[in-house]
């Protein structure tokens, strides 16, 4: 994880842009590191991003237990909107790919009424299976590649997001990319986003399986919260039994733990 606020986040988005490099960004929670636990491509897919910040509440927790605290949990719902107004006050396109058909539109009238100036120069949902083929795959790149934006915000779940992303990463390397996961959604107003108390005390899971049990409860209640119990326990023990070494940096990323 790279040790950075929201606010550090979007400021080295900003310099990378104005020099011309491009990036992505990854934003794990539980389920993602418990995806990443068990299968070591998708490590290295997350841990190659320029920037890995913490979307969980768990995660800032954990690294706090581990003796490397993260400032701040740093979420794709919250850099939708910051990574847009910095679109629209430097005068880069934005692309949304990502959500159920008409979702994507919905979000960009909303980001663009909160951000007057904002120039949105595409928007795609893809069919579901479509990076089962190549052709499906090749149809999303050229959208992408020709609408040439500075800035893409992707909601197709992780891994497919993130994989979509380092491909599209060769054929664009000066843009940057955010892997978002439901943001997509949630900026449209079609899902509705936890109260930020609930956020703030990391119980925004509480919420969106309340919202779709059947969907989430298995995930949720027989997956991921095992995992977080031994995420935390772990670092924990790791914290008694070791003295923490200093954070390195990641490749291309400010400060990564």
Request: charged fraction near 25%; charge should be positive; proline fraction near 8%.
């Amino acid at each position: 994880m790279d040790a950075v606020t929201e606010r550090e986040a979007v400021r080295w988005v900003e310099r990378e842009l104005e020099r011309g490099r491009g990036g992505r960004i990854v934003t794990p929670n539980v389920d993602i590191c418990r995806a990443v636990a068990a299968d070591p491509a998708l490590r290295e897919l997350v841990c190659s991003a320029d920037l890995v910040v913490a979307d969980g509440m768990p995660l800032v927790w954990a690294a706090r237990l581990l003796g490397r605290p993260l400032p701040e949990r740093v979420t794709g719902a919250d850099l939708i909107w910051s990574l847009s107004r910095l679109a629209a006050r430097r005068a880069h396109p934005v692309y949304l790919l990502g959500g159920p058909p008409g979702v994507a539109g919905r979000a960009a009238d909303t980001l663009t009424s909160r951000h007057p100036g904002l120039k949105v120069c595409g928007v795609h949902a893809p069919p579901y299976g479509f990076d089962q083929t190549p052709a499906g795959i090749e149809l999303v790149r050229r959208k992408v590649v020709a609408a040439r934006p500075r800035l893409v915000f992707v909601g197709l779940g992780f891994p497919k997001q993130d994989r979509l992303i380092a491909d599209l990463r060769r054929h664009l390397p000066h843009t940057w990319f955010l892997g978002c996961g439901a943001a997509i959604a949630f900026a449209a107003g079609t899902l509705p986003r936890a109260p930020e108390w609930m956020r703030g005390a990391g119980l925004e899971w509480v919420f969106r399986l309340s919202r779709e049990p059947g969907r989430l409860a298995r995930r949720y209640l027989v997956d991921d919260l095992p995992f977080a119990a031994r995420l935390l326990t772990g670092c924990l023990a790791a914290r008694l039994r070791f003295t923490p070494g200093r954070s390195g940096r990641g490749r291309g990323s400010p400060r990564r733990g």
